[in-house]
């Protein structure tokens, strides 16, 4: 059975608290914050329904919100999640050759996680930092100035601290 620990159930409910009553679903957005850090680091099908049971709105109102915005999972990703911007200002950068030399040195496509679960390669639109192109988001961390050296030192940290 799906459901939050009681230190996350009274996360969930402060949050709604925030809101009138009668619009909950304002509580959606940081909700499925807490159910993809709590659940995994994704939001499966059940647990989408769990969160719209506990906000009192349809799952398709859920499944929306969730598919439309790239901070959600909705499938399983590695312990490293690679989010490269790949619109104007970091394209003109680079950020196409940075993708690509992730996928040939993970040997992976984007959407997809490395054979040994360390590593999934996402790509994103704009996260805002522009002026640092070609760059990446990695979890609450902004990897900029990308290069390939970068990128090898990224993935030797990560697999450093995955031990």
């Known amino acids: 059975m799906i459901q939050f620990s009681d230190h996350k159930l009274k996360k969930v409910q402060e949050i709604m608290s925030r809101y009138p009553e009668g619009k909950q679903k304002s509580a959606l957005l940081p909700v499925l ?3 993809q850090e709590e659940f995994g680091g994704w939001l499966d099908v059940p647990v989408m329904d769990y969160v719209a049971s506990l906000l009192s709105i349809e799952p398709i109102e859920v499944y929306e919100v969730a598919s439309f915005y790239s901070m959600y999972n909705l499938k399983p990703v590695g312990k490293y999640l690679f989010e490269v911007c790949q619109t104007g200002p970091c394209m003109l950068n680079g950020s ?5 030399y992730i996928k ?6 984007v959407g997809e996680t490395s054979a040994d679960g360390l590593f999934t390669l996402k790509t994103v639109e704009c996260l805002g930092a522009c002026g640092y192109a070609p760059m ?11 290069t390939k050296q970068k990128v090898d030192e990224i993935i030797a940290q990560c ?3 995955a031990n």
């Open 104 to 109: 040939e040195k993970l040997n992976i496509r």
């Open 136 to 146: 990446m988001q990695m979890g609450k961390n902004y990897r900029e100035h990308l």
């Open 96 to 100: 196409d050759d940075i993708i690509a």
């Open 33 to 35: 914050h807490l159910a």
């Open 159 to 161: 697999r450093a601290n």
